[in-house]
């Protein structure tokens, strides 16, 4: 598992050089090169310090990516959470960079929040459009 992240982590990194027209498409196709299906595309317009989130149930020994990232340069740090039923985080990506990554594999079926929050913009009152891609296998 620790070695399909890294190597997933390395493949998105790649990201970064192309422009934010194109970063769903190359995502997409990273996601897809590495066998995942997009399950689900969530976006909205936030502010700095807002979330946009989505209900998910996630299966049983089927391995999820989540990928979180913004069209609008203004952003510079996003993250992502998913947690429990109660609110407590299952997993996050809480680091410094606007390309959040999550991967992982549950143990028994049920159903999360995936929450992703626009941390931090250059100009915190403008709302820009955040999205994140969830990706199965």
Same mark, same amino acid.
């Given at each position: 598992?620790?070695? %399909?992240?890294? %190597? %997933?982590?390395?493949?998105?990194?790649?990201?970064?050089?192309?422009?934010?027209? @194109?970063?769903?498409?190359?995502?997409?196709?990273?996601?897809? @090169?590495?066998?995942?299906?997009?399950?689900?595309?969530?976006?909205?317009?936030?502010?700095?310090?807002?979330?946009?989130?989505?209900?998910?149930?996630?299966?049983?020994?089927?391995?999820?990516?989540?990928?979180?990232? *913004?069209?609008?340069?203004?952003?510079?740090?996003?993250?992502?959470?998913?947690?429990?039923?109660?609110?407590?985080?299952?997993?996050? @990506? *809480?680091?410094?960079? @606007?390309?959040?990554?999550?991967?992982?594999?549950?143990?028994?079926?049920?159903?999360?929040?995936?929450?992703?929050?626009?941390?931090? *913009?250059?100009?915190?009152?403008?709302? *820009?459009?955040?999205?994140?891609?969830?990706?199965?296998?």
């Amino acid at each position: 598992m620790k070695t %399909l992240t890294m %190597l %997933l982590l390395a493949s998105l990194c790649l990201v970064s050089s192309f422009t934010n027209a @194109d970063k769903y498409y190359v995502i997409k196709q990273i996601l897809e @090169d590495h066998k995942y299906t997009i399950v689900k595309d969530i976006y909205g317009y936030i502010a700095q310090g807002e979330t946009v989130y989505y209900y998910k149930t996630f299966y049983a020994n089927t391995t999820y990516a989540i990928y979180g990232f *913004s069209e609008d340069e203004n952003v510079n740090d996003l993250d992502i959470e998913v947690q429990y039923s109660d609110g407590t985080t299952y997993m996050n @990506d *809480s680091g410094s960079d @606007d390309e959040p990554v999550v991967v992982f594999t549950p143990s028994y079926t049920r159903t999360m929040k995936v929450v992703l929050k626009n941390y931090s *913009s250059y100009t915190p009152d403008d709302e *820009s459009r955040c999205e994140f891609l969830i990706a199965a296998k």
